[in-house]
């Protein structure tokens, strides 16, 4: 990947997956190789990223927050979209990388399959607030509802919707698979290595930008 090589629309890449899956670790690696080869880039994370964002963030993620599942969903989508409209269309329009961490799949696994909405609505409204746009490449970083759980062992504070138990997580993590099938998203074996997934995620990109698709 060079920077003639990613068009003049840029290039939208999500992580998807369960907390603890690795996409801050991943997103992370991406930001570091498009730094060294001197790509224009963005590095977003969700929710959050525009000054509202980053309010509905610590509303959303504090765990003395009480809100209802259709008001959480909401939120979500109304960050999502704030963050659109400020960041990641100007950032495209430039012809930038955009590395989002999370992003519209995760709340038709999270607020959909996860806590039991309509999936197709919660899907709509995502899609209303964002203008259609949608990744070219959304990467998920599939594991176990076991290594959900070990991995955050080792966290000093977990947010609010971290606290949700292994059953909720369960459904999140089918609901992933299915949207996966459902909307080609790229799975990859978030149990493999921290360096083979970096590698495999690198490769799913080149094949991308040579053909317009990445399978
Ligand atoms: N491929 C991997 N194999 C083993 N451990 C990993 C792997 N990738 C990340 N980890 C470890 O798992 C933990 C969570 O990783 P990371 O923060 O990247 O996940 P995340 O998906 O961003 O989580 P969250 O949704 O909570 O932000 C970290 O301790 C990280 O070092
Ligand atoms: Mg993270």
């Given at each position: 990947m060079d920077r003639s090589s990613i068009g003049s629309q840029g290039l939208f890449i999500a992580f998807e997956g369960?907390?603890?899956?690795?996409k801050t670790t991943q997103a992370k690696l991406l930001i570091q190789y498009l730094l060294q080869r001197n790509i224009p880039h963005r590095h977003v994370r969700e929710p959050g990223g525009t000054e509202v964002g980053d309010k509905i963030r610590q509303l959303l993620l504090s765990p003395e927050t009480r809100l209802n599942t259709w008001g959480e969903a909401m939120l979500y989508a109304t960050a999502r979209a704030q963050l659109v409209q400020d960041v990641i269309s100007p950032s495209l329009a430039k012809g930038e990388v955009v590395v989002c961490d999370r992003y519209l799949f995760s709340s038709l696994a999270y607020q959909g399959y996860g806590l039991g909405l309509d999936v197709e609505l919660v899907r709509t409204i995502n899609m209303k607030a964002v203008g259609g746009l949608i990744p070219h490449i959304s990467f998920l970083l599939d594991i176990p509802v076991e290594t959900w759980s070990q991995r955050q062992s080792s966290k000093q504070h977990l947010d609010r919707i971290e606290r949700r138990d292994a059953d909720y997580y369960q459904r999140v993590r089918d609901g992933y698979q299915k949207l996966a099938r459902e909307h080609g998203l790229v799975v990859?074996?978030?149990?493999?290595s921290e360096q083979k997934l970096y590698s495999q995620i690198l490769e799913k990109i080149e094949a991308y930008i040579k053909g317009g698709r990445y399978n």
């Open positions: 369960l907390d603890g899956c690795g990859l074996n978030g149990q493999h």
